[in-house]
């Protein structure tokens, strides 16, 4: 099992730049996919980014590509999510998700969460 915590986010500007941080427990983090996700008010909650066990590999939604890229460091059990280029529709709570084996971008299929943390973007 693995528990999950997310920080770095905040109120800024279009246009403004975030990184997000999850940090992961357990001795076993490299055994886990990892994802972001986010849940704008009023809608579901959307995939964003995820990253392979080892890092290699990456997926990014259409929304975001281009502006958002996701990391892992398995030494120190982190992932992070670079946000560059911002924009009003990017507001939302994004969560951290980890599920073991490989990436999914199904929020469905990540039985771990952690308590999301918010970004607001003004435009």
Do not use: H
């Amino acid at each position: 099992q693995v528990q999950l915590m997310e920080s770095g986010g905040g109120l800024v500007q279009a246009g403004d730049s975030l990184r997000l941080s999850c940090a992961a427990s357990g001795r076993t983090f490299n055994d886990y996919a990892m994802a972001w996700f986010r849940q704008a008010p009023g809608k579901e909650r959307e995939f964003v980014a995820a990253i392979s066990r080892s890092g290699r590999n990456r997926y990014y939604a259409n929304s975001v590509k281009g502006r958002f890229t996701i990391s892992r460091d398995n030494a120190k059990n982190m992932v992070y999510v670079q946000m560059n280029s911002l924009k009003p529709e990017d507001t939302a709570i994004y969560y951290c998700g980890a599920r073991q084996g490989v990436l999914v971008m199904t929020n469905s299929r990540y039985p771990y969460w952690g308590q999301g943390t918010q970004v607001i973007v003004s435009s």
